[in-house]
C-alpha cells in the first residue's frame, strides 16, 4: 500500500529527488510523508503529517537543507495500518541511537511478540508500528556490519515487508522483499529502489525486479542474495517500454478524468495481443478441468462478468470468487486446474496468496496484469499484458475496460470465434473513441448536479451487466463517499426494494440483449416507489428520468455501460469537492491482507 523510494549515486540532490519520487508514488499512501538523507556520516529526518504533494520544496528550505550535498537518500508515502496518523508513526524509523534509518511497507505479523522482546532487552518505541521493531532488531546486530544485520533481522520477521535501509557508518543501500514489490532501476553510476517504477521513470526505463526473499546490497554496483540459502545470485536487467508523459496529468486536472478518456486508446491496445500466444492459453483453458478467476475489488468484479462472458459466448462454466475469499475455495484446485488472476498492479496481495495456493497444487497459473515484471507476471505460467499504461488514479478505470477486453476475447477464442470477437472489440472501440466528447461529459455533470447531495444510490443490472452494477457501485463509493449499492434487478424484490424512497437516484444499467425487458421492468418497480431512473441504454425509454446514451456493443455491453459511472462518479467527486484520485482511507495497490 505504502510508496517507497530510494536514491544512491553521484547525484548531490537526493533529498530534493526522493521528494519528487515519492509524489509520483503518492496514489500508494497520502496519510504521511518523510524522508531520510545521508550528509557527512549523519542521517537527517523530516517528516510531516499530510500529502506528499502539498509540499513545495521551494518554500521548505528552513525544514530540510537542500543546499547540503547528498548522495543516499530514502523516502515513505505512508497507508497507515499499525497506528494512527501522527508525526511519531510516519516513516522513517530511527534506531535508538538515530545510526540506522529504515521505511517499509507491509505488515509484520508477529511484531508484537518481537517488541515484547526487545522491551525486556531495553529498548525504548517511540511509534505504535510494526515497523519500529525492524529497526531495533537490525541495531541490536549492529556489529555485524549492516548486511549481516538486516539479514540477521529479517529472518526473525513473520508477514509482507518491502524494505529500504541505510545507516551512517556505511555508504550502501540495502532493500529486502517478502510479498510486497521492489523494483531496482539501473542509470549510468547511479541506482534506485522503488515501489513502483513511475517513481524513477523520468531517469531511466532499465529495471531489475526484486523476487520473494530476496535482498540486494548497493554500494558502487548492486549485489542480489538469496535470503533463503545466502548465496549471491544474479539479476538479469530489463528495459521497459513505458512513456514517461503517461504517468502525468498533462492538461487534465485529475488523473482519473485523464484515465477515463483515455479508454479511447487502451482498449484498442489491449485488443492488440499476439494471436498464437493468445490461442495457447485458450487452449490451455480448454484442456483444464476446472478453472478459477480471482481478484480483488474491481478486478473481482472484471472477474464476476468474466464468468458471464465464458458462459455466454463460449459456453463455459468457470468459477469466479474473490482472491480473499480463495482460501474457503482451495481445496478444490488440482493439479489439472488453471487458474485466471486479474491484477492491474500484479501485486494484490489475495491475489498473490492465491497464486501461490495453486502453484503448490501443481495447477497452471494465467495473469491477466498492467505491469509486465509485477510478481503475479513472474509467477505464471502465462500472462497477458492488457497494455493500458501506468494507472495513478486509486479508482480504477481504463484497467478495468481493458480487462474486460481482455476477458471477452478468451471468450471468444474458447468458442472459436476469435476473429468475430476481435471486429466486435474493434467496432466497440471506436464508438467509445465518439462517445467520450466534451459534450457527452457536460450532460453526466448535469446529472451529478442534479443528485450530488443525495445520501444513497442504488445500480441494477442483469446478465453480463449485473457484475458493472457491483463495480458502478463501487466508483460511486470511492470518489463520491456516497453510499451506493448494486444489485441485479431480480433481487430487488427480496428486500433491496425496501431502501427505496422519493428522488432516491437508482441507475440502471440496460443491454440489447435477452435481459433488456427485465432490466426495464425492475427499474419501473424502482420507479412506481418514487425512485429517480437513470437510464444508460443504447435506446430511451418512458422509464427513464434521465438517460445517458451508450452505443449498441452485443456483449461488450459491460465495456460501454461502465464507462459513464465513471464519468459519474469523477464529476460527484469534484462537485462535493473530493479529491478522486486519491479518496479518503484508500490506496492504489493493496499489498497488505
Known sequence: MCGIFAYKGHKTNAAELIIKGLKKLEYRGYDSWGIAYKTDNNINVYKEIGKIGDFDIKKSENKINFKLPCSLAVGHSRWATHGGVTVANAHPHLSSDGSIAIVHNGIIENYAELKKGLIKKGYKFKSETDTEVIVHLIHENKKLGLKEAVKKAISLLQGRYAILVINEDEDILIAARRGSPLIIGSGENEYFIAS?????????RKVMYLDDNQMVVINKKPEFYDLETGKEIKKREVEINWDAKEAEKGEFPHFMIKEIMEQKETISRAINQNEEKL??????????????????????????????????????????????????????????????????????????????????KGAK??????????????????????????????????????????????????????????????????????????????????????????????????????????????????VSY???????????????????????????????????????????????????????????????????????A?????????IPVQLLAYQLAVLRKNNPDMPRNLAKSVTVK
Open 554 to 562: 452485443g456483449n461488450a455491453s459491460p465495456i460501454v455501460n461502465i
Open 365 to 478: 497459473v494465467l495473469s491477466i496484469i498492467n505491469v509486465e515484471g509485477s510478481s503475479m507476471d513472474r509467477m505464471s505460467d502465462y500472462s497477458i499484458n492488457i497494455k493500458a499504461g501506468p494507472e495513478k488514479a486509486v479508482a480504477s478505470t481504463k484497467a478495468t475496460t481493458a480487462q474486460l477486453t481482455i476477458l471477452t476475447l478468451l471468450a471468444y477464442a474458447i468458442a472459436g470465434k476469435l476473429d468475430e470477437g476481435k471486429v466486435l472489440l474493434v467496432e466497440t472501440a471506436s464508438k467509445i473513441n465518439d462517445m467520450l466528447n466534451p459534450r457527452y461529459e457536460k450532460h453526466i455533470k448535469d446529472l451529478a448536479e442534479k443528485i450530488k447531495d443525495a445520501e444513497s444510490m442504488y445500480v441494477i443490472g442483469k446478465g453480463l451487466n449485473y457484475p458493472m452494477a457491483l463495480e458502478s457501485a463501487i466508483k460511486l463509493q470511492e
Open 279 to 360: 490461442l495457447n492459453i485458450t487452449e490451455a483453458i480448454r484442456k483444464a478441468y476446472g478453472t478459477y478467476l480471482i481478484g480483488c475489488g474491481t478486478a473481482g468484479k472484471v472477474c464476476l462478468a468474466g464468468s458471464y462472458l465464458f458462459a455466454k459466448i463460449a459456453k463455459r462454466h468457470v468459477n469466479a470468487t474473490f482472491g480473499s475469499e480463495f482460501p474457503s475455495l482451495q481445496d478444490f484446485i488440482t493439479d489439472k486446474s488453471l487458474m485466471i488472476a486479474v491484477s492491474q498492479s500484479g501485486e494484490t496481495a489475495d491475489t498473490l496468496e492465491a497464486i501461490e495456493v495453486a502453484k503448490k
Open 482 to 552: 456516497i453510499h451506493a449499492e448494486g444489485f441485479a434487478g431480480g433481487e430487488l424484490k427480496h428486500g433491496p426494494i425496501a431502501l427505496i424512497s422519493k428522488d432516491v437516484p437508482c441507475i440502471a444499467l440496460v443491454a440489447n440483449d435477452e435481459t433488456k425487458h427485465e432490466i426495464l421492468g425492475n427499474a419501473m418497480e424502482v420507479k412506481a416507489r418514487g425512485g429517480y431512473i437513470i437510464g444508460v441504454s443504447p435506446e430511451n425509454n418512458e422509464i427513464f428520468d434521465f438517460w445517458i446514451k451508450v452505443p449498441e
Open 196 to 204: 513502483d517504477i513511475p517513481a524513477f521513470l523520468e531517469y531511466t
